[in-house]
């Protein structure tokens, strides 16, 4: 019979059998890993510790949005909030985004993102979910508050009344 078929196709005979058993592989004997050894990389407890107490310390300086999400992150995949931190960081080291930070303006005076700042238009104290923000609404931002007011839900308004948002 030859190996072709009508098509062109070869054809082939095989059989299939359920019983049939996977061929075996020889694996080479593991070697039994110094514990003294390995352990010289491990960090000792008390450092671990202080690295997670840094980054409940750091994660105090961002937007309440973004601490939120890194809550919910670092839960969902169930590590130390360090290492989130520093997972971050070198994410952006392999995107070659090191020399590029965003650093907010209220960090240069040791101040969290929703620390209250004076907008730069009428002086009023306010706060932001954006933490770059520089005026307190769109009448300061556009110059107009002499003949409109503060626009409506103003953050300096609604901070001198009170209320916070975040």
Same mark, same amino acid.
């Given at each position: 019979?030859?190996? %072709?078929?009508?098509?062109? %196709?070869?054809? /082939?005979?095989?059989?299939?059998?359920?019983? =049939?058993?996977?061929?075996?592989? @020889?694996?080479? @004997?593991?070697?039994?890993?110094?514990?003294?050894? +390995?352990? #010289?990389?491990?960090?000792?407890? @008390? /450092?671990?510790? #202080?690295?997670?107490? /840094?980054?409940? $310390?750091?994660?105090?300086?961002?937007?309440?949005?973004?601490?939120?999400?890194? #809550?919910?992150? +670092? #839960?969902?995949?169930?590590?130390?909030?360090?290492?989130?931190?520093?997972?971050?960081?070198? +994410?952006?080291?392999?995107?070659?985004? $090191? &020399?590029?930070?965003?650093?907010?303006?209220?960090?240069?005076?040791?101040?969290?993102?929703?620390?209250?700042?004076?907008?730069?238009?009428?002086?009023?104290? &306010?706060?932001?979910? %954006?933490?770059?923000? /520089? &005026?307190?609404?769109?009448?300061? =931002?556009?110059?107009?508050?002499?003949?409109?007011?503060?626009?409506?839900?103003?953050?300096?308004?609604? &901070?001198?009344?009170?209320?916070?948002?975040?």
């Amino acid at each position: 019979m030859a190996p %072709f078929g009508k098509k062109g %196709f070869i054809k /082939a005979e095989r059989s299939l059998s359920l019983e =049939a058993t996977p061929p075996q592989l @020889e694996l080479p @004997e593991m070697e039994v890993v110094d514990e003294s050894r +390995r352990n #010289q990389w491990l960090l000792p407890e @008390e /450092a671990v510790s #202080q690295a997670e107490d /840094a980054a409940e $310390l750091l994660i105090q300086f961002l937007p309440k949005e973004a601490q939120s999400l890194i #809550q919910e992150a +670092r #839960q969902s995949r169930g590590v130390p909030l360090w290492h989130m931190l520093l997972g971050y960081v070198m +994410r952006s080291a392999d995107r070659a985004e $090191l &020399f590029s930070p965003t650093i907010l303006p209220v960090w240069e005076s040791g101040g969290r993102a929703d620390t209250p700042r004076p907008c730069r238009s009428c002086g009023e104290l &306010f706060q932001s979910r %954006f933490p770059e923000a /520089a &005026f307190c609404c769109n009448a300061c =931002a556009c110059e107009k508050l002499s003949v409109r007011g503060h626009s409506d839900g103003c953050p300096a308004v609604e &901070f001198q009344k009170g209320v916070t948002r975040g």
